[in-house]
């Protein structure tokens, strides 16, 4: 069964940072991977998708990518802003005819202080 | 812009009342799902659909039931609600096995 982990839990910085955070996937096989920006009580907004194909996604300040055989992906947020505090999330879809059934890691909180 | 759009932000029902959230997408996806959110235990998903009328169940599929009649609406039923269903609902849709895209979410209270 896949299994997705975010580290760290929690992110505390002071705004203009550069920072990176980190997901890991059990399961290889995967046929994309998602990341997710969570505001509080809100649903989900998708930020970047990376195709099992890609090393790499880019979306303004933010790169994610993909590192498939070590089950890696990080999530890169350049000169970091009060604004991008939130709940990120990482999420896999599987391979085969998953659906696009999503596996989702626990989430990294945010805080970028001014 | 893709719209997923969830009938209630805020809903409270009795124990045993039967309730109904429904979601509809504005993309044609043929995919959609149900997932439900709690603190410590994160996203889990519940049922979701891939056509109309075709449901599959997902990890935690006990105590829901679903309905596809149309391919834009996707409801989740809760038969007997009970208050260990109190919770966050959120309803996703997506094209195939591309981006998934969520709806603003439903925050269910059941005493």
């Known amino acids: 069964k896949q299994e997705v982990t975010q580290i760290p839990a929690a992110l505390s910085v002071p705004e203009g940072e550069n920072l990176v955070l980190n997901c890991s996937f059990t399961d290889s096989a995967i046929y994309n991977l998602q990341w997710f920006r969570q505001d509080p009580g809100k649903g989900l907004t998708s930020l970047l998708l990376i195709q099992s194909s890609q090393r790499e996604q880019t979306s303004g300040r933010l790169n994610a990518s993909l590192d498939k055989s070590s089950g890696r992906s990080t999530l890169y947020i350049a000169a970091s802003q009060p604004g991008d505090s939130a709940t990120y999330l990482c999420a896999v879809t599987g391979g085969g005819t998953s659906y696009g059934k999503l596996t989702f890691g626990q989430g990294t909180i945010l805080t970028v202080h001014p | 812009d893709v719209k997923v759009t969830q009938s209630s932000r805020y809903l409270v029902k009795r124990t045993g009342e039967k309730v109904f959230l429904e979601c509809v997408q504005d993309?044609?996806?043929?995919?959609m799902f149900w997932y439900r959110q709690d603190p410590g235990l994160g996203l889990r998903l519940i049922y979701f659909s891939y056509d109309v009328k075709m449901k599959e169940k997902g990890d935690i599929p006990e105590g829901y039931s679903v309905s596809r009649e149309k391919k834009e609406r996707f409801s989740l039923i809760l038969e007997s609600a009970s208050t260990n269903q109190t919770s966050m609902y959120l309803c996703a849709s997506s094209l195939y096995n591309y981006e998934q895209y969520f709806g603003p979410g439903t925050r269910l209270t059941v005493t």
């Open positions: 993309m044609d996806h043929e995919n």
